[in-house]
């Protein structure tokens, strides 16, 4: 079944340096790779999407997230944190096969001055 | 502002009760998703449904059913409702049944007491 695994539960991160959020799949051939982002009270916005192509995905706000086939990845990174990043940011895979978006478990994201 | 929008924002009733939530999808969406969130399960796929047929089923229960109607609004129905059921629940469409972005709404939050 396919799965997907946000290692880091919360991270603490100050306003300016840089950030990765790190996201792996599991699923036997190349998903659709999505990286949402959850305000406070609000529904999930997309940040960035990955169907197929250059590996390195830029999106809005900033953020970046690179797909590596060889491990399984597609990590969420920004090189300059602002405070208004303070979020929940989830990884969801869709197969090929099917429409069901798989979301990870998400990272809670805290901007310190 | 993602275009979807979804009532009642807050529902709180009792255990044994039956309550509708109603998702209206961004203009020219045919496809409607529904999620619940919860802390201990995360965020999980209902149900979608695209253009009022019923096109893919996730982790939804017996109790819950949903449709979608001719002008592509979609209800989602909770019954015999339990504890456990407290969660937010997220509606989202997009604009084919095929893969690609969702356009989540601001959620219900449904409190079960």
């Known amino acids: 079944a396919q799965s997907v695994t946000q290692p880091d539960i919360h991270i603490t991160v100050s306003e300016g340096a840089s950030l990765e959020l790190r996201c792996n799949y599991s699923y036997g051939a190349t998903p659709y790779l999505f990286w949402y982002v959850q305000s406070p009270g609000q529904g999930l916005q997309l940040l960035l999407k990955y169907f197929s192509g250059d590996t390195l995905v830029q999106g809005i706000k900033g953020f970046e997230a690179e797909f590596k086939r060889s491990q399984s990845s597609f990590n969420l990174r920004k090189p300059s944190v602002h405070w208004s990043d303070a979020a929940e940011y989830f990884c969801a895979v869709v197969t090929h096969t099917g429409n069901q978006f798989y979301f990870g478990t998400g990272t809670s994201l805290t901007v310190i001055p | ?113």
């Open chain 2, 1 to 113: 502002d993602s275009g979807v929008t979804q009532t009642p924002k807050h529902l709180i009733t009792a255990t044994g009760q039956r309550v509708t939530l109603r998702c209206s999808p961004r203009s020219g969406d045919l496809s409607v998703y529904w999620y619940q969130q919860s802390l201990d399960q995360g965020l999980q796929f209902l149900i979608q449904y695209y253009n009022g047929e019923e096109r893919a089923k996730g982790n939804i229960l017996e109790r819950f059913s949903a449709q979608q109607f001719p002008d592509l609004h979609s209800e989602l129905n909770l019954s015999s409702l339990e504890l456990g059921d407290s969660a937010l629940y997220f509606c989202a469409s997009s604009d084919s049944g095929a893969v690609d972005e969702q356009f989540f709404g601001p959620g219900t939050r449904l409190t079960v007491l």
